[in-house]
């Protein structure tokens, strides 16, 4: 089948090294233009993950889509050094697909595309559009494009991508832990709470009205001796 990606001119040649492996390191430092990307794959170690995935899985191998230093760049500054540790690996991780995919076979690719990254059916993924001499890459939040081959074999395969790739992932906004339950009151206790409180009620009614009723008595005690000492005094004059 035609090639769906151009062969780059500095590409260096197809196949392993004198050695008898692949040293994806060693492989992007002659591609040239890769510092950027070989620096966070040691920093975040995922180049360790990604040459064990590769001893490995021999019959599936590796697809990496490798941006360049250009590309890198054109980030916001800052903006790798923002993200937590986390995020660092899955973004580095978001750029390796876990099968071969040879440059005439990404038409033959289901959308949406698993990556490294991607922990479960629905996370980290991508699609990919084939058509012509064109591969476009979509993320949901950068839409890139393979420019060409930097290395082929059987089992592993480098592209040039002209953007880095930016999950859709990293856009989703973190769902809010919903508010702790507040615990009702058992029935029998409000029942229970409500007997007293109506019953305080009621000696309270109770003390007022003996209230009420001692000053009117004293009233009348008091009105009763003035009485009398009204009659004595008409009586001695």
């Known amino acids: 089948a035609k090639p769906l990606v151009p062969s780059l001119p500095q590409s260096p040649s197809s196949g392993a090294d004198s050695s008898g492996s692949q040293d994806i390191v060693k492989i992007l430092r002659k591609a040239k233009s890769f510092n950027t990307l070989i620096r966070l794959l040691k920093t975040t170690q995922i180049i360790n993950q990604v040459n064990a995935q590769l001893v490995t899985s021999k019959n599936g191998g590796l ?3 490798a941006p ?4 890198f760049s054109e980030l916001k500054a800052g903006y790798f050094n923002s993200l937590g540790d ?3 690996k899955a973004l580095i991780q978001y ?3 876990p099968v071969y995919v040879s440059s005439s076979n990404f038409d033959a690719l289901s959308n949406p ?3 490294l990254a991607s922990d479960s059916p629905t996370g980290y993924q991508l699609n990919v559009t084939a058509y012509g001499n064109s591969v476009n890459i979509s993320t949901g939040v950068v839409n890139a494009t ?3 081959i930097v290395y ?3 089992t592993l395969a480098i ?3 002209d953007k880095v790739l930016i999950p859709l992932d990293f856009s989703k906004p973190k769902p809010i832990a919903p508010a702790p339950a507040v615990a009702k009151a058992p029935k029998a206790d409000k029942e229970n709470a409500s007997a007293e409180d109506d019953d305080q009620a009621q000696a309270a009614k109770d003390s007022s009205g003996a209230m009420s009723l001692v000053g009117t008595q004293g009233t009348t005690l008091v009105s009763f001796g003035v009485v009398l000492l009204a009659a004595a005094a008409t009586m001695s004059s």
Request: charged share 20%; glycine share 8%; net charge negative.
């Open 146 to 148: 393979l420019t060409g």
């Open 63 to 65: 697809t990496i889509l």
């Open 152 to 154: 082929t074999d059987k």
């Open 86 to 88: 986390r995020q660092q």
């Open 95 to 97: 750029h390796v697909l």
């Open 113 to 115: 595309v698993l990556t």
């Open 159 to 161: 592209y040039h991508v």
């Open 68 to 71: 360049d230093d250009g590309a």
